[in-house]
């Protein structure tokens, strides 16, 4: 695939060249209205203190916390949005589990589920309700290539949640990403907290999301569009093509890879430390491959798939 094919095709898929700036947000947490340790205006307050340009409170919608859709708005101010979520439970996986799906930017009122209500059923309704969907830490819970078959409307993937690492060191979701882009399925990617408690599990996951401004509705429009990257601490400024190479600025990083549907053909690495690195455009026809950033204390960052076809 030829430079100029390639630059449009990333331009489109990937929101470095979209209008707008990147803001911070986390989009799992929970606070005492499920199974938090802290208040709703605490838990806010703590993103905001560290940065953060929006955040999503999921509380679990459960019966036992009375299916919350968590009020966040007295906690907004001009510089921090919030956005309403809840993590869905009906149904379960394959192997017997419950169903974790983390869900934003449900109404309010979003109603707690019927008698009988399916885990197809509920997540069709809070994405016609206009909810961005994600399966939550699938890691954790061993989520199977059916499990995402059986939710076709689900938008992305946990492929990083930071509590589920830090509480039971499986935080990773691209086992279960890839099998299912290697399937034609078109997931994005989105890293989290997935904050109970502030401490080890703070702050260590996030998404960055490309808006003209941080309103409810640009950063859900962006989350819907795929405009966004995950990171848990690499910043990615920009990735184009120039010529017959992809070059990526980002803050300094000591290794990055192209992988893909076609990985041992797409694949490149740095050794040394760098804020601009140029990389082989992958020599493909289909499928599609992502970018990772590493820096020299282990963190990653994680493109959204780029499709070639």
């Known amino acids: 695939m030829g430079g100029t094919m390639m630059a449009d095709l990333i331009e489109r ?11 911070r947000g986390n989009l799992h947490m929970h606070s005492t209205r499920s199974d938090g340790d802290h208040p709703v205006a605490e838990a806010c307050a703590a993103y905001a203190r560290e940065g953060y ?14 299916h919350p859709v968590t009020d966040t708005r007295a906690c ?15 149904g379960r996986l394959s192997n017997g589990e419950i169903w974790h799906i983390v869900a934003v930017g449900l109404p309010w009122d979003f ?36 499990d995402v078959r059986s939710l076709p409307m689900v938008h992305a993937v946990e492929v990083y949640n930071h509590g589920t690492e830090i509480g039971q060191m499986r935080g990773d979701g691209w086992y279960l990403a890839d099998m299912a882009l290697n399937e034609g399925r078109r997931l994005t990617a989105i890293a989290t907290d997935d904050m109970h408690r502030l401490g080890a599990g703070f702050a260590g996951g996030w998404t960055m999301v490309k808006a003209d401004d941080v ?9 819907h569009a795929g405009k ?10 920009d990735i184009c093509v120039e010529g017959e190479a992809l070059v990526i600025d980002c803050s300094p990083v000591v290794t990055a890879a192209l992988v893909g549907s076609r990985a041992r053909r797409a694949n490149a690495r740095i050794t040394e430390i760098s804020s601009r690195v140029t990389l082989p455009l992958p020599q493909m026809q289909g499928g599609y491959f992502r970018v990772i950033l590493r820096d020299r204390h282990g963190r990653h960052a994680w493109t959204n798939p780029v499709w070639l076809d």
């Open 228 to 237: 966004f990257y995950a990171s848990q601490g690499p910043m990615i400024h």
């Open 215 to 223: 309103t409810v509705e640009a950063i859900l429009a962006a989350l």
């Open 111 to 146: 109603g707690p589920p019927s008698d009988g209500e399916t885990a197809e059923a509920i997540c069709a309704r809070a994405v016609a309700a206009g909810a961005f969907l994600a399966f939550a830490h699938p890691g954790w819970f061993a989520l199977k290539p059916e």
């Open 53 to 66: 340009d929006f955040v999503a409170m999921t509380d679990h919608f459960l019966p036992d916390y009375g």
């Open 76 to 90: 907004r101010t001009p510089n921090f949005v919030t956005l309403a979520g809840a993590e869905l439970h009906q």
């Open 13 to 23: 898929q990937l929101p470095f060249a979209a209008p707008g700036r990147f803001w």
